[in-house]
C-alpha cells in the first residue's frame, strides 16, 4: 500500500475506531483497487459509515424500550412488541427482541406481550386482543420487506377488530421510510440515513462514482449458487447502505465491503460479515 493511502487510513481511525481492529481486511480492499479514483471512493465511502458497536447498539435499545413505554401512547394489557420474521430462520428482528426484554423489565413493563414471529402475532391479534402492535426491527432498507409485513397483516386480521400499529426501527433508509411511514399509525427510527452515493453527489460527479463502483464489483463473482450479484449491486433493491453493527451485516450496504469471492472464485478477506443462505460455494 502507498505512503499516501496509510496517511489517510490512520485519518480514518479516529472517526471510524471499529476500522482499527480491520486493518488487514481494508488493506485487501484497497489493494484490489487499481486506480487511485476506485481508492478514493472507498475513503470517502468509509468516512461516511456508521457502525453501531454493542455499547451504542445498548443505548438505542433503552430509547426504543423508552418509545415503546413512554411515548407510543399504548397500554401494557394491550400492546403487543413484534419482530418482523415469518418464520424460524434468525434474522435482526429477533436479536432486537432477545435484547430488548431485560430492557423493558428493568424499566416496568415485565409482563408486556412479544413475539419474534410475525405471524404469531397476527394470530395473538385475532385472539387474544392485543390490538396495539408495535412492529421492531435493527434495520430498514428499501421499505419492500416491511410493506409485505403490512400487506399480510391487512389480508390476515379480522375485519371487525380495531388495531393500532406502529414501529420502530434502530437504522434506515430515509428513502425506505418514506415508502412506509404512510402504512402506519406512527413510524420510529433514530438513525434515518441517505444513499451513499447518490445523496451525496452531483451531476457528473455522481456519475463518475456510479462508474466506479459499477467498476469495482465487477471485480465479485457475479453467482454463487442462486444468488446472482446484480440483486445486490449497490446494496439490496439499490439501498447504497453505509451501515452495520456488531450483528449480521445487512444486504443493503454496498456488497464491495461484504460479497464473499471474488471474480475468480477466491474466498475474500472482507470488512463486513452477512451470513446469508446461498452465498457459500
Not at 477466491?266 to 463486513?272: G, I, K, M, V
Request: charged residues 25%; negative net charge.
Amino acid at each position: 500500500m502507498k505512503k499516501n493511502d496509510y496517511n489517510r487510513l490512520f485519518k480514518l481511525f479516529p472517526k471510524q475506531s471499529w476500522l482499527v481492529e480491520k486493518e488487514e481486511e481494508l488493506k485487501e480492499l484497497l489493494s484490489s483497487c487499481k486506480k487511485q479514483e476506485y481508492k478514493n471512493l472507498i475513503f470517502e465511502l468509509l468516512e461516511d459509515f456508521s457502525f453501531v458497536n454493542d455499547t451504542l447498539f445498548k443505548t438505542y435499545l433503552n430509547l426504543m424500550a423508552d418509545y415503546i413505554i413512554n411515548d407510543s401512547g399504548f397500554d401494557i394489557n394491550t400492546t403487543q412488541i413484534v419482530g418482523m420474521s415469518m418464520d424460524s430462520s434468525p434474522d435482526s428482528s429477533q436479536w432486537v427482541i432477545q435484547l430488548l426484554k431485560p430492557i423493558l423489565t428493568k424499566k416496568g413493563w415485565n409482563n408486556v406481550k412479544m413475539s419474534n414471529n410475525f405471524t404469531k402475532g397476527v394470530r395473538l391479534l385475532n385472539k387474544e386482543g392485543f390490538n396495539q402492535i408495535i412492529l421492531v426491527d435493527e434495520f430498514i432498507g428499501s421499505g419492500q420487506s416491511v410493506i409485505g409485513r403490512i400487506e399480510h397483516l391487512q389480508r390476515t386480521i379480522k375485519p371487525d377488530i380495531k388495531h393500532e400499529i406502529k414501529a420502530c426501527f434502530i437504522a434506515g433508509m430515509e428513502h425506505g421510510i418514506n415508502n412506509v411511514i404512510n402504512h402506519f399509525d406512527e413510524f420510529k427510527c433514530f438513525l434515518p440515513l441517505k444513499k451513499g452515493i447518490t445523496d451525496k453527489y452531483l451531476g457528473s460527479k455522481l456519475v463518475e462514482e456510479l462508474k466506479t463502483m459499477d467498476i469495482l464489483e465487477t471485480g465479485l463473482l457475479p453467482q454463487i449458487n442462486d444468488k446472482g450479484l446484480s440483486e445486490y449491486k449497490l446494496g439490496y433493491n439499490k439501498a447504497e447502505t453505509l451501515y452495520s453493527s456488531e450483528g449480521n451485516t445487512p444486504n443493503s450496504v454496498f456488497p464491495i465491503f461484504w460479497w464473499p469471492y471474488d471474480s475468480k472464485e477466491n474466498s475474500r478477506n472482507t470488512l463486513l460479515i452477512r451470513n446469508e443462505e446461498g452465498l457459500g460455494l
